[in-house]
């Protein structure tokens, strides 16, 4: 997914009037008598020093339903438990149960061929639940670029990006992305606005220091868990644990891989990448060991700013 | 607003950049959590960043027995170990990147159902721009780019990430205590003397560490302190985990700061209670 690209997002026909592509419930084109911003008075003061101004407060959203397997019973995210299928091989790894019961044909429980487990466990990559929420991203950042484009905006700044289970039951997603269009009176358009998560003061430092931002940059990655009986934290079986931490590292990886692959397209380098660990509980015990990363892609357009050798102070008073 | 922030050409120059289409060649693209403020401070001391590096560790323990002057060291094993994992997991990620270190660095230890517990660490990675030797064993810190900066000026480096974990039992209280009928104040003297010696034990395996790698002082400790009751388990688990540093070839610098009158009034509290 490519934020920055104008032709990524909502698939507006060109003669639209008001709609997002379709769908003509988004009264995008309403006259705006006045504009309206999310910056706080010292963010809309970074800008204006920068010499733009505020244009309107934008915002792009997207009611998903979220793929998953089998009936749309349980879970946060619907399905049945088990990983979204077709993922087409990624990441997976099985974690047999730590007690030794299998040994000699199973002691203690069962003493079926191979033994009975106490709880076994796995990790796969959902590469398929992934993609969904970064299809979920794509159309509201498009559509937050829309909007801002409609405003005849340069950038958007302070770009928020969430999403929810708000609307609907299981198995959805809302997607949200919201910041304040900004414009530079008198310049002549962008061929597509730029997108940055930084604030508006952060946003004055990275022009002042030589930076332009590009767009955002968004990675996801996600692993669904099974936890065997160790990392259910049976006492019985202590020690170190591989399945939590390698689930961890794998969605960290994958997020931040889609995330480089992404900013590689449009800049030099990545800043303000917030990331986001999260835990959403599926059927049972299970869970998907997610990660998002969102960041702002930069490129430098002069390097003409000096060494700035910050001077240290202490403020006498707090 | 410091002189300096007016220097680069301004919003005109950036603009034009955006209009010429991108091609994205064969350079490296950095990945940073950092704000555009602190690359700069990197910058400035000559370090530039490469990637997010993270590390991830997870341990449990028996849920133990403790009371008076029991020690929980299969409990606190488990507890250095998930801290340790994540720690060599960032340092094996820095020697896959050629890196010189990381900065930045986001801690947390998270309790996990029962008597597991998971440390996770998310860090940039940073290459000095002008490298020397280059073999340098990279270095692990816990401090914000900020705080690597000044430490950097003040003529320090950092040498590791250094932890210290004990765990100590106490004495279950009495019935009445425990009921709360008991009626007198009184200092429950065992649980104070468990957590000065649980202390006294992280600290001392912290100081273990620090003079393990070579350095003159730890500074950024952060604590973990907590109490455990459980029906047959009273213990006191303390966690230490802090950067070990070195003085450089140069010293000690001092920096000298500029006293300052803020101007600012005290922000205004009436809508805040």
């Given at each position: 997914m490519v934020a920055s690209a104008p032709d990524s997002g909502s698939a507006r026909p060109a003669d639209a009037d008001g709609g997002i592509g379709d769908l003509a419930f988004h009264p995008v084109s309403r006259e705006r008598r006045t504009w309206t911003s999310d910056?706080?008075?010292?963010?809309?003061?970074?800008?204006?020093?920068?010499?733009?101004?505020?244009?309107?407060?934008?915002?792009?959203?997207?009611?998903?339903?979220?793929a998953a397997t089998g009936g749309q019973v349980f879970g946060q995210w619907g399905g049945l438990g088990g990983p979204s299928v077709g993922g087409g091989g990624g990441y997976s790894e099985s974690y047999p149960c730590a007690h030794s019961y299998a040994i000699g044909g199973g002691i203690g429980f069962g003493g079926t061929a191979g033994g009975a487990a106490e709880h076994y466990g796995f990790n796969i990559e959902d590469a398929v639940l992934a993609a969904s929420l970064t299809e979920g991203y794509r159309l509201a950042i498009g559509r937050l670029r829309d909007e801002a484009t409609e405003v005849g905006a340069h950038g958007?700044?302070?770009v928020d990006l969430l999403f929810e289970n708000l609307v609907g039951s299981t198995g959805t997603a809302t997607f949200f992305a919201r910041g304040t269009a900004v414009k530079h009176p008198g310049g002549a358009p962008l061929p597509s606005p730029f997108l940055t998560n930084a604030s508006g003061q952060h946003f004055e430092r990275l022009i002042a220091l030589g930076y332009v931002p590009a767009g955002i940059a968004v990675g996801v990655g996600s692993v669904y868990v099974q936890p065997n009986c160790q990392s259910r934290g049976d006492f019985t079986v202590p020690g170190s644990n591989q399945q939590i931490p390698r689930a961890i590292l794998?969605?960290?990886?994958?997020?931040?891989?889609?995330?480089?692959a992404m900013a590689h397209r449009v800049g030099e380098g990545v800043v303000h990448t917030e990331w986001t660990d999260r835990r959403v509980n599926r059927y049972a015990e299970s869970w998907d060991q997610l990660t998002v990363a969102v960041g702002t892609s930069v490129r430098r357009y002069s390097t003409e700013a000096p060494p700035l050798d910050p001077r240290p102070v202490l403020p006498l008073r707090p | 607003m410091s002189p300096a922030l007016s220097s680069a050409p301004g919003i005109e120059a950036a603009l034009a950049a955006l209009r010429s289409p991108f091609v994205p060649g064969d350079q490296t693209t950095f990945i940073s959590d950092l704000t555009v403020g602190e690359l700069v401070?990197?910058?400035?001391?000559g370090y530039r960043p490469v990637d997010i590096v993270s590390g991830a560790g997870t341990a449990s323990w028996n849920p133990q027995f403790t009371t008076s002057a029991t020690e929980g060291n299969m409990w606190g094993r488990a507890i250095a170990t998930a801290i340790d994992h994540a720690r060599s997991g960032i340092v094996e990620e820095l020697h896959r990147r050629r890196a010189d270190g990381v900065v930045a660095m986001r801690f947390e230890l998270e309790r996990e159902r029962a008597n597991l517990l998971t440390c996770t660490m998310l860090g940039t990675a940073v290459q000095r721009i002008s490298r020397g030797s280059g073999d340098e064993h990279p270095f692990a810190t816990t401090l914000s780019a900020r705080d690597f900066h000044l430490l950097v000026r003040g003529g320090y480096r950092p040498s590791g990430i250094v932890i210290g974990v004990s765990v100590v039992g106490f004495a279950a209280r009495s019935a009445a205590q425990s009921l709360g009928l008991a009626r007198d104040n009184a200092e429950l003297s065992d649980q104070t003397t468990a957590l000065y010696s649980a202390r006294e034990q992280a600290m001392e395996m912290m100081e273990r560490e620090a003079q393990g790698l070579g350095a003159d002082g730890v500074v950024e400790v952060q604590l973990q302190e907590r109490?455990?009751?459980a029906l047959l388990t009273h213990a006191v688990e303390f966690i230490a985990v802090g950067t070990a540093v070195h003085r450089g070839p140069k010293g000690h610098q001092a920096l000298a700061p500029e006293f300052q009158l803020t101007l600012d009034d005290q922000p205004d509290t009436t809508f805040d209670r």
């Open positions: 910056l706080s008075v010292a963010e809309a003061a970074a800008v204006r020093r920068v010499g733009l101004v505020p244009a309107g407060f934008v915002m792009g959203t997207a009611v998903m339903q979220l958007v700044v302070g794998v969605a960290r990886a994958r997020a931040r891989d889609s995330l480089a | 401070l990197l910058e400035e001391i109490p455990v009751n």
